[in-house]
C-alpha cells in the first residue's frame, strides 16, 4: 500500500495548483479519502474529504477555494486549489482510512508555499 503525492511547488498569491495522490496496493474508491496540511509549528488539519460514495467535505474556512476529486480509473486522488494565500504554505498529506475501521495511510507530504 502506498501514496505518492506530487504537484507541490512555489508560487505567488492568487495562484492555483493541482496536487495529485496516486495510490497503489489497493483501490482508492473502496475507501475514504483526504487531504491534509500541516505549517510549520501548527498541528496538521484536515482540508477536504471524499467518501467512497463520492460525497465530499471541506474545511469551513476553504470551502469555495479548495475542490477534492477523484479518478478511479488512475486510482488517483486530487485537489485543486485556487485564489491560493500565504497562510495556505504547508506541507499536504494524503490520507486513505477505512470508514468505521482501524485501517489507515498516508503519504509522504509535497510541499507548498506561497509568496506574497
Known amino acids: 500500500v502506498q501514496l505518492v503525492e506530487s504537484g507541490g511547488g512555489s508560487v505567488q498569491s492568487g495562484g492555483s495548483l493541482r496536487l495529485s495522490c496516486v495510490a497503489s496496493g489497493f483501490i482508492s474508491s473502496d475507501y475514504s479519502m483526504g487531504w491534509f496540511r500541516q505549517a510549520p509549528g501548527k498541528e496538521r488539519e484536515g482540508v477536504a474529504t471524499?467518501?467512497?460514495?463520492?460525497?465530499?467535505s471541506y474545511a469551513d474556512s476553504e470551502k469555495g477555494r479548495f475542490t477534492i476529486s477523484q479518478d478511479n480509473a488512475k486510482n488517483t486522488l486530487y485537489l485543486q486549489i485556487h485564489s491560493l494565500k500565504p497562510e495556505d504554505t504547508a506541507m499536504y498529506y494524503c490520507?486513505?482510512?477505512?470508514?468505521?475501521?482501524?485501517?489507515?495511510?498516508w503519504g509522504q507530504g509535497t510541499q507548498v508555499t506561497v509568496s506574497s
Open positions: 471524499i467518501d467512497s460514495d463520492g460525497s465530499t
Open positions: 490520507a486513505a482510512w477505512e470508514y468505521g475501521g482501524s485501517w489507515y495511510s
